[in-house]
């Protein structure tokens, strides 16, 4: 599939409504999770009962994960989209397609926010990648025909950028 036939407006769509439907799950887990932790029930029996104050540290978590869905969400439908040509340097809001040294093609959108989210169009799946991921940062500031090498634990991962849009 030619990248320039993907709408990244659609992509961002795609990708917006899932953060959203996971900010509204993880909202609802937290505060489930607060009204547990602060329910008469999760009073300490004794001196080595911890539920509540495991729930409590719980629903930090969960609601520090809130805030953080949030904050992805506010960052993408912000995140201005960009038109890339084959001369262009890769920058936020591109799209990329890499090939291994075995011929397996990746597709990513280098996103402001949403990164980790994938989203199908057609027969291809696009990976919405932050510049802060691994990949993000092998990829960014590079151009068309560059090799990227990603180290993933002991591995080395090889890419050539074939297309960017």
Do not use: W
């Amino acid at each position: 599939m030619d990248l320039r036939s993907i709408s990244k407006e659609a992509l961002v769509a795609d990708a917006l409504a899932q953060l959203k439907r996971d900010l509204l799950a993880m909202t609802q887990q937290a505060r489930a999770t607060a009204e547990g932790a602060t329910h008469q029930e999760s009073r300490p029996e004794n001196s080595k009962d911890t539920r509540g104050l495991e729930a409590s540290y719980l629903a930090r978590g969960q609601a520090a994960r809130v805030n953080q869905l949030e904050t992805e969400l506010q960052r993408l439908q912000h995140m201005p989209l960009e038109v890339f040509g084959d001369d262009d340097v890769i920058s936020a809001s591109a799209l990329v397609e890499l090939c291994t040294l075995e011929g397996e093609r990746v597709t990513l959108f280098l996103v402001t926010g949403g990164g980790g989210i994938s989203v199908g169009v057609g027969d291809v799946v696009v990976q919405l990648v932050s510049p802060q991921a691994p990949l993000g940062r092998a990829v960014l500031g590079r151009e068309l025909s560059d090799e990227v090498t990603l180290r993933v634990g002991t591995r080395s991962l090889q890419y050539e950028i074939l297309a960017i849009a």
